[in-house]
Structures are given as structure tokens and as C-alpha cells.
């Protein structure tokens, strides 16, 4: 890798900031999420984690939607989940895990791409990733194996679908509405925005 290109992957201060910023700000919402699944679990059933699951990923695409660097998706989660251990969450240690799993189940869908696509389509694509990883973790956590077949496949369909919506659809409309805001000025989603734009005009 030349010089530049190292150097282009490494993460400022501001992009540390950002990435810890939202980290904490996602763990105040997931701590939410939780109080909402809770209430949720009497009209779901057994299905409930698997229809809400999907937005506790959501700082991964967020963060690495705006930050586009490596490692970002991941160490979105870590923060999340260590900010909600240090608000109380009784979770531990397994949440510290859960948020591995997930971030790097998002984390590996931009590493393929090189991670240079952010568009919709790929923040879906990594809201699934982040599905799967969490879909294995939790099959050897809760022992779905001892469950009828029909049911597994039932939660796994239901939570690829949450991770997309959730995650990648939901967590698009986050970056979109925070870049309309100017607050992301600078940062390489608005970098790579300008230069598109710029270079557009230029084949006019």
C-alpha cells in the first residue's frame, strides 16, 4: 500500500471523535430499544429479539456511512455497548461480545467492497451481515438448535429483514438527514459527495 493511501485510511482526531460520539449517542438509544422490546415481547411472542434486533446495529452503518474508514463499523459498536455497561445496562461482558460479533458481521460487507460503497443498497447488505454474525452467536447463546426447525428459520428470516430496515434503511436516513444539517462538513462522506459532484460538472 503506497504512503498515501496508509495515510488516507488512518482515522483523524475529529473521525475518533465522531466515531465515539456516536457511539455514545447510539447507547442512549439502545437502552431505549430495550425498554421498547420489553413491552413489545407480549404482542411478538417468541420472535420479538428478532424483529428489534436489527436497529442495535444501526451505529455501525451510521458511523461507517459517514466516517468510511476501516474498523469503524466495529468500534461503533464496541462504544455503544461499553457506554451502556457504564449507564447501567446488567448485560456485562456479553454485551461487549454481542457488539463484536455484530460490528464485524457489518464491518465484513465494507471490508469486501474495499470499503469505498456506502451507498443504500450496501448499508443494507451490511445490516444483513450484522444479522447473520448475531444469528450464529445467539444459536450457540439460547441453544436454537433445540428448537423446532420451522421456528429457526422463521427468526432468521425475520431478523435479515430487521437488519435491513432497521439498520441499513433507518440508519440511511439517519446520515442522510444529519448531511443536509452541514454538521458532517468535512468529513470524508462529504468529501467524496463534493468530489463527485465537482468532477459531474467538469463532464458537462
Known amino acids: 500500500m503506497s ?22 449517542a447510539f447507547a442512549v438509544l439502545y437502552l431505549a430499544w430495550v425498554q421498547v422490546w420489553l413491552v413489545s415481547q407480549a404482542a411478538f411472542g417468541p420472535v420479538t429479539m428478532d424483529v428489534f434486533m436489527g436497529f442495535w446495529f444501526s451505529a455501525s452503518i451510521v458511523a461507517a456511512a459517514i466516517v468510511r ?10 462504544l455503544a455497548a461499553g457506554v451502556e ?11 461487549l461480545i454481542a457488539a463484536v460479533v455484530q460490528g464485524l458481521g457489518a464491518e465484513l460487507v465494507f471490508a469486501a467492497l474495499g470499503w469505498k460503497h456506502y451507498r443504500l443498497p450496501v448499508l443494507i447488505a451490511a445490516g444483513m451481515g450484522a444479522s ?12 436454537y438448535g433445540a428448537l423446532e426447525p420451522w421456528l429457526v428459520g422463521a427468526m432468521f428470516v425475520i431478523r435479515l429483514v430487521s437488519g435491513a430496515v432497521l439498520a441499513g434503511v433507518v440508519g440511511h436516513l439517519i446520515v442522510e438527514a444529519l448531511y443536509r444539517t452541514g454538521v ?12 463527485a459532484g465537482f468532477a459531474a460538472q467538469a463532464a458537462q
Open 132 to 143: 447473520v454474525t448475531s444469528f450464529v452467536y445467539n444459536w450457540f447463546l439460547f441453544d
Open 69 to 78: 474508514k476501516p474498523g469503524v463499523a466495529l468500534m461503533a459498536e464496541v
Open 85 to 95: 455497561i457504564l449507564l447501567g445496562s446488567p448485560a456485562g461482558i456479553g454485551l
Open 3 to 24: 504512503d498515501f493511501a496508509s495515510h488516507s485510511w488512518r482515522w483523524t482526531l475529529r473521525e475518533t471523535l465522531v466515531v465515539a460520539v456516536f457511539g455514545a
Open 184 to 195: 458532517l462538513r468535512g468529513l470524508r462522506i462529504d468529501i467524496e459527495r463534493r468530489g
